[in-house]
């Protein structure tokens, strides 16, 4: 079965950096495109980040533009997230997910649009 970990998130303070992580297993990972998502409670999952499979075309929510950065380590099956000047207001249960589709653009900022998805890490920025 496909199987995708994260891990790295934890409490920093504003303005701290963190570097989540998310390992793959059971898959053909250069097949598949990746996307980070995060929810906060009382609150629908959204769109961070995402990756191409070859990784040479990233996609950002506009509010984390600048700020955080992905990538991906095809020979080691896992995809990056880094952040920094992290705010408050990035405070969520942080996913990674993947799908295998081809499909580029907007079409990776869609939940809906993923098969496969990790139990998430929190991230929590206090003031």
């Known amino acids: 079965q496909v199987l995708l970990v994260e891990s790295g998130g934890g409490l920093v303070q504003a303005g701290g950096s963190l570097r989540l992580s998310c390992a793959a297993s059971g898959l053909t990972f250069s097949m598949y495109a990746m996307g980070w998502f995060r929810q906060a409670p009382g609150k629908e999952r959204e769109f961070v980040a995402a990756?191409?499979?070859?990784?040479?075309?990233?996609y950002y929510k506009e509010a984390v533009k600048g700020r955080f950065t992905i990538s991906r380590d095809n020979a080691r099956n896992t995809v990056f997230l880094q952040m920094i000047s992290l705010k408050p207001e990035d405070t969520a249960v942080y996913y990674c997910?993947?799908?295998?589709?081809?499909?580029?653009?907007?079409?990776?900022?869609?939940?809906?649009?993923?098969?496969?998805w990790g139990q998430g890490t929190q991230v929590t920025v206090s003031s």
């Open positions: 997910a993947a799908t295998q589709s081809a499909s580029v653009g907007v079409y990776y900022t869609s939940v809906h649009n993923y098969d496969t």
């Open positions: 990756i191409s499979r070859n990784g040479r075309i990233t």
